[in-house]
């Protein structure tokens, strides 16, 4: 498929955009051919669960975007998520459960949520609100984890701490990506002064530093609608952006969010440095909806034929030349080192010699015939 706008060459940050005919297109072929493979495993399964319903085959399957760029977004993986708002939100179901991690100490922040001014529907999905210090203290053990895992949709944690909960919840929580905590500020926003943001007040540092209730419940509704951005030392990124339950109508619009805010904030070099664009589902071929022209950033990039050819038979020539080396050195220290008789050949040798075998032999006999004449003498007697 050809790119929807082709990139300028001599533009380093040439302005491309998606195509949303195309963005709509794949969208709906996504989701119909999600519906259709879930049918005929239903058709073909024996078995089918009683509370199962017609509109829950699809509500927790994911839609990915992924995307493909010519260098590494970053040098190292990043424990922090990005985020991105979404016009449709991942986390809208009203009956989910969220577990807030906050930093010390947690009575302060369950104060906060549990007051007036905090909102009651935001209020009643928060069930649970625990510090660091306390998760560490209980959730050590694998077994904790897991139920914690498991009681819990959605994981919030405070910005400040979210890199030390990996060494803490471990591969219970990081393996996937489906309930890593979700960063969100819990700490009082400083004031600006010239336009510049002030220090924290010296005298106050024994006081909690946390947020208002109305400013932490923006704070945790803008992070319940964004998709999360987890970027590592690698050409491919993937991000949720939907469900198969969803219309293609919120899939395009997810995706061009995504799309725009993704390329334009993280991607060095922009569209310069992006070489697809696709979405998939967990068991689907990914469907294209953006390619490049361009194969490589710079030219710097790519070896011509000859050179690389070249480059090859240096290599070939030169692992040739190493192994005549090694034999014909081994072949000169065989020669040159004087070759050693053992012992043993000598021993052999000198009992091969005939003449003095035979002189030893008679001088042995002669030496018997004294001792049988002297027995016989000493009889007589």
Known sequence: MAPSQELI??????????????????????????????????NTSAKRSLFQ??????????????????????????????????????????????????????????????????????????????DLGKLKAKYSQYEAQRKLFSEHDIFLADDRIVNRLPKILGKTFYKSTVKRPIPVVFSAKRSKVNGKRTGRDKTKQDEVNAGTAASIAKEIQKGLSSALVSLSPATNTAIRIGFADWTAEQIADNVDAVVTKLVGSWVPDQWRNVRSIYIK?????????????ELWKDEQDVIADADAQAIEAKGKSEKANVGKKRKSLEAETES??????????????????????????????????????????????
């Open 9 to 42: 060459p001599a533009e380093p940050n040439a302005i491309v955009s998606i195509d949303p005919d195309q963005t709509l297109k794949a969208s709906k072929a996504l989701l119909a051919h999600i519906k259709k493979a879930a049918s005929s495993i239903d």
């Open 53 to 130: 319903g017609d509109d829950d085959d699809h509500e927790d399957t994911p839609i990915w975007l992924t995307l493909t760029t010519k260098r590494h977004i970053t040098d190292k993986a990043r424990l922090k998520p990005g985020k991105i708002a979404l016009p449709h939100s991942l986390n809208a179901n009203e009956h989910s459960t969220i577990c807030a991690i906050t930093a010390d100490p947690q009575r302060a922040y369950k104060n906060i949520i549990g007051s007036d001014e905090f909102p009651a529907d935001l209020r009643k999905r928060i069930t649970r609100v625990i």
């Open 281 to 293: 589902g967990p068991t689907t071929a990914a469907l294209p909806i953006w390619l490049t022209d």
């Open 336 to 381: 040159s080192a004087p070759k050693k008789k053992s012992k043993k050949q000598e021993k052999v040798v000198a009992d091969s010699n005939d003449d003095k075998l035979d002189q030893q032999i008679a001088e042995r006999k002669a030496k018997l015939k004294k001792q049988k004449a002297a027995a016989k003498k000493a009889m007589d007697d």
